[in-house]
């Protein structure tokens, strides 16, 4: 069975726009051009089904409304350095080929294919030459003149997938020889592996002048003016030179400008390069002992780039359509809404932020952009996993999301391994995004339109900031407003977010954190990338995968990567709860504390007489669910903070988290460990603000409950009130 | 290991009648076993159409699509969950279960 798949998608840039300014969307079509419909609206609520309020949007005028005829638009996966014109390599007929490499896909399955180091063969030609490795993962020296002239010269002995080897190539093609050497470096495996060393005659070969050298992959040709590449390596490479009788003439310092997308050339040459589609940086090289983890006191020893063959970071499109927004125009949440005849609807979000230097709303709602990018194209739950036994239930998705699975070159999110299986840690939003929308599997966005529609519900004006704003712009972004409302699942920040927000509660604002598992990992924004975030999933937490030992500090930013908690900065102290539990099956209650009758939380009980609260909700049929957070005092919970309600009776597929447990134990799921549990927490800031979080995912599911007439409803709308009061609290 | 014993047909129908949880210590014994990785089958449920139809499909590996079954359309996610059970609990005890 075939499923109906989108045939038109699309892209926005940039992601953030104030009305009077232009955004771009680059629209490609699937399977050939076709006529597909396009409308902008500012979406109010997800299509929660018949249970909730369903899909609300606002159609916004703009001369885009209407049919057009869109074209496919290829992207080119796959990561590699590209070194320009390197006219020295012109009428070079005799040199020497060196690298360390260790590659992590040997074969390529389950379709074998070349694997490229370094060179200039360029396969719509067939001219030029590489060092790489075969169909079968052996060392490899590919060299021709055009289709009829032609050779390759193999060791014949296929490499061990993540084992470092230092692999040359002394090349005449004058003369017609190769000689090459695959020498395993000593490590500390068991298994011995003898080196292999193979002379071989080549047909003689003319010299081709050489439009680009690669490391890391191969020219396959130019479509439309843009490059297109393959053979691409999976793997690391270090320390590639080329010379000529003992002479440098390319030497690459993979180790220098880690932090950008330069690559640097050390013999004198000025052969230096650019990385593309961002692998993988500041990564432990052939020479690395175990004895600095962080890249920037031993950079001799991270000579190496990981490359990925569905590494991506810009998929590159030319604009379709560039738009103004109308000056009039409400700040929100808004999508460009493409369909063509035959599939199903594509969302490419976008954000409309308040005007200007305008007047803003009271309250900023803070769309979790950094979020929704660590999560953008999730593949792995459509992958052989044992995903049921953590979810409690069948993982769903629905033919959107399977696009996914027909079109790799759209990319993985950070819960997702390359086809190698290292963890993805650069997602980019310069790409389709098929799980960023209103419709689907509740997530992320979806749910936090739970949020907006009730706003509305309540006639509360509102402007809606992202956290790639607030990174950007830091808490001057935030002046002006009294409360600030993050998401449901606002997890993953950086310093600048976090500092941003500590700053906005040290001006007397009022910090509304709607969620759960939020303020969990660091990342960060590299300024050599705009666009895309990284992350290194160090050390411990609950990992979609786990970074590679010695590579757990970032590229970018050099930061140490990993959880929030782990670095001197749990969530507990900025928002008083942290992460502890997750399960997806059904959602449970809230149950009133004694703390709940305290004076200070009294404003919150107005008119709430249940000692139950939430036993209602759209995700799982309750507020306290999917994944919760726990205040805890030695993660620093303020000692002041009042945990108002506590949830309880959680199923068995709540989990405790691994951060939560230093050596494993039974009986830590829902049924049995009372540390499963949300905690509604309220405290005051000594600047006269205040803190109200929630602790649940699914709490935002449970608004608009009975025409939104019910306790969790009427206790948020109380909580909301009273910081929308600017008299300050008083710390007790 | 712990093993199903095919005469526990109380527990399947407690996960019929709530298979979303929580469970019975038993039954989520049971549903260990079902959904571990001896047994996994690798099941994905796909939305064809939004709140009304679901179909199961197998996951696949080398990054493949998911291949679909057209039959049964579920117009339930607890319909599914069901369906799926009995599949899996025959496949592991091989004995059709007979509720």
Redesign the interface.
């Known amino acids: 069975?075939?499923?109906?798949l989108p045939r038109v998608l699309g892209y926005a840039n940039p992601l953030s726009v104030a009305p009077g300014e232009t955004i771009r969307f680059m629209v490609g079509t699937l399977d050939g051009p076709r006529r597909y419909r396009a409308e902008i609206v500012r979406v109010i609520s997800s299509?929660t089904?018949?249970g909730g309020p369903g899909l609300k949007t606002e159609p916004l005028r703009t001369p885009i409304t209407g049919e057009h005829v869109g074209s496919p638009q290829p992207i080119d996966a796959g990561s590699y350095v590209r070194v320009p014109n390197p006219a020295v390599l012109t009428g070079l007929t005799r040199f020497t080929l060196e690298a360390y490499i260790q590659p992590t896909r040997v074969p390529v399955?389950?379709a074998p294919r070349p694997q490229a180091i370094m060179g200039t063969w360029a396969e719509d030609t067939q001219e030029g030459w590489a060092l790489v490795l075969d169909e079968a993962g052996a060392l490899a020296f590919q060299a021709g003149a055009g289709t009829d002239a032609q050779a390759r010269v193999s060791t014949g002995r296929p490499l061990t997938a993540r084992r470092w080897y230092r692999v040359t190539a002394m090349v005449d093609l004058g003369a017609g020889a190769v000689t090459l050497d695959q020498a395993p470096l000593p490590d500390h495996a068991v298994t011995v592996e003898a080196p292999a060393r193979v002379t071989a005659g080549l047909p003689a070969l003319p010299a081709a002048a050489a439009d680009d050298l690669f490391l890391g992959a191969v020219r396959r040709g130019v479509e439309g003016g843009r490059l297109f590449t393959t053979w691409h390596f999976n793997g690391k490479i270090d320390r590639p030179t080329i010379s000529r009788d003992g002479e440098s003439i390319a030497r690459w310092d993979l180790a220098a400008d880690i932090a950008t997308d330069h690559v640097t050339d050390r013999s004198g040459q000025r052969l230096h390069g650019r990385t593309v589609n961002a692998p993988k940086r500041a990564v432990t090289g052939h020479n690395w002992d175990g004895t600095e983890m962080d890249w920037r006191r031993a950079p001799e020893q991270y000579g190496a780039i990981h490359f990925h063959d569905d590494d991506l970071y810009d998929a590159g499109w030319t604009p379709s359509h560039t738009v103004t927004i109308p000056a009039d125009a409400r700040s929100g949440v808004y999508a460009l809404r493409l369909e063509a005849e035959g599939g199903p609807p594509f969302w490419v979000v976008f954000y409309v932020r308040p005007r200007r230097g305008a007047p803003r709303a009271p309250v900023a709602f803070l769309a979790s952009t950094a979020t929704y990018l660590a999560y953008s194209n999730y593949?792995a739950?459509?992958?052989?996993?044992?995903a049921?036994?953590y979810i409690?239930?069948?993982?769903?998705?629905?033919?959107t999301d399977?696009l996914l699975?027909?079109h790799?070159e759209l990319g993985g999110s950070t819960y997702d391994t390359h086809?190698d299986g290292s963890g993805v840690c650069h997602v980019s939003r310069l790409r389709p995004i098929v799980n960023t929308r209103p419709?689907?599997r509740p997530w992320n966005l979806f749910l936090d339109f739970s949020l907006l529609d009730w706003l509305e519900a309540q006639g509360q004006a509102y402007d809606v900031v992202t956290d790639d704003d607030l990174h950007r712009e830091g808490v001057a972004l935030l002046d002006g407003y009294r409360v600030v409302l993050t998401g449901c699942h606002p997890e993953y920040h950086s310093r600048e977010m976090l500092d941003a927000l500590e700053g906005f509660l040290g001006r007397r604002g009022r910090l509304m954190y709607m969620g759960g598992n939020g303020f969990y990992w660091r990342v960060s924004y590299p300024s050599s990338h705009p666009g895309m975030i990284e992350l290194r999933r160090a050390e411990d937490g609950t990992r979609a995968w786990a970074e590679s030992v010695g590579e757990y500090y970032h590229s970018s930013t050099g930061e140490y990567g990993g959880l929030w908690r782990r670095q001197g900065r749990a969530p507990n102290a900025l928002v008083g709860i942290g992460f502890v539990a997750q399960g997806f099956?059904?959602s449970s209650y809230y149950r009133r504390t004694p703390a709940s009758r305290d004076p200070r939380a009294r404003f919150m009980f107005e008119g709430v007489e249940d000692e139950i609260l939430g036993n209602f909700g759209l995700f799982?049929a309750g507020a306290a669910g999917l994944e919760l957070d726990a205040a805890n005092a030695a993660l620093g919970t303020p000692a002041h903070a009042l945990v108002v309600a506590s949830s309880e009776?959680?199923?068995?597929?709540f989990q405790l988290v691994n951060e939560e447990m230093n050596v494993s134990f039974a009986g830590s799921d829902?049924?049995f460990s009372a540390a499963v549990r949300a905690d509604m927490v309220f405290f005051e800031h000594p600047a006269g603000g205040a803190v109200f979080s929630t602790g649940s995912i699914a709490y935002v599911g449970s608004l608009a409950d009975k025409g939104y007439d019910n306790n969790i409803s009427r206790l948020t709308l109380n909580v909301l009130r009273r910081f929308l009061d600017p008299k300050p609290f008083s710390m007790p | 290991m712990f093993t199903i014993d095919p005469r526990r047909t109380d527990l399947a129908l407690e996960f019929k009648r709530c298979?979303?949880?929580?469970?019975s210590?038993e039954l989520?014994a049971v549903l260990?076993v079902l959904?571990?990785?001896r047994h996994?089958q690798?099941?994905?449920?796909?939305?064809?159409r939004?709140?009304a139809e679901?179909?199961?499909a197998e996951?696949?590996?080398?990054?493949?699509?998911?291949r679909?079954?057209?039959d049964p359309v579920f117009t339930t996610?607890e319909d599914?969950?069901w369906h799926?059970f009995r599949l899996r609990w025959e496949a592991v005890t091989g004995e059709k279960l007979a509720v």
């Open positions: 069975m075939m499923p109906l299509d089904g018949p399955r389950p593949r739950r459509m992958r052989p996993s044992p049921e036994l409690g239930a069948l993982p769903t998705v629905d033919t399977l699975m027909y790799p086809s419709t689907g099956d059904r799982g009776e959680h199923s068995n597929a829902g049924r | 298979p979303f949880g929580p469970h210590p989520q260990n959904r571990s990785a996994c690798n099941l994905l449920l796909v939305c064809t939004p709140h679901w179909v199961l996951k696949q590996p080398d990054g493949r699509p998911p679909l079954f057209s996610l599914a969950e799926a």
